[in-house]
């Protein structure tokens, strides 16, 4: 997976609540920043998933299944056609 490195700005203040938020989750500041980031994306991911339609989600479900097949393993139209046929 790449990794997007970027520099941010951060108010002082969110910067001590970041160091006392790093200590109680025995994590550093870099860590922590970077599961808020996840947790958030995470977060949007779900709102956005809960808003679409069925018939969007069977599409997304379908989507997110292709995109785990092996893409070497390889299956004659033959075959396709015969479980069509079941």
């Known amino acids: ?13 969110l910067v001590v609540k970041l ?6 989750e025995n994590l550093s500041v870099k860590a922590l920043m970077e599961k808020a980031v996840v947790e958030y ?5 779900l709102e956005r998933f809960e ?19 092996d893409k070497e ?4 139209e033959e075959d396709v056609f015969k479980v069509l046929d079941e």
């Open 41 to 45: 994306v995470k977060n949007k991911e």
């Open 51 to 69: 808003k679409l339609s069925e018939e969007e989600k069977e599409d997304l479900g379908l989507l997110l299944l292709m995109q785990q097949t």
């Open 1 to 13: 997976m790449g990794h997007v490195k970027k520099l941010i700005e951060v108010d002082k203040s």
């Open 19 to 24: 160091k006392v938020l790093s200590a109680f």
């Open 73 to 76: 393993d390889f299956v004659s």
